[in-house]
């Protein structure tokens, strides 16, 4: 169960994002948006390192829950 946590929370995440660019809601989507349509090139990457650290912090967090909630499991204990 934990490991398909660990693989659909950032299928979520990015399934979000998108679905943000596409209703244009506020958010780090639409930011990234703006960004692209007058070539800001740095504020496109920026929304791009702020996804991509947030899906770590996400895949971490799920580690770290897997390996407190399943102690018994040698693949959890890494």
Known sequence: MFTRLQIAL???L???IVAEMLTGSDGIG???LG??????SPGVFAGIL????????????????RSLLLR???????
């Open 10 to 12: 950032p299928v979520a």
């Open 14 to 16: 990015v399934t979000t």
């Open 30 to 32: 639409v930011v990234m």
């Open 35 to 40: 960004a692209m349509r007058f070539a800001d």
């Open 50 to 65: 702020v996804i991509a650290a947030t899906g770590i912090v996400v895949i971490r967090l799920m580690e770290w829950l």
């Open 72 to 78: 018994w499991d040698a693949e959890a204990s890494g």
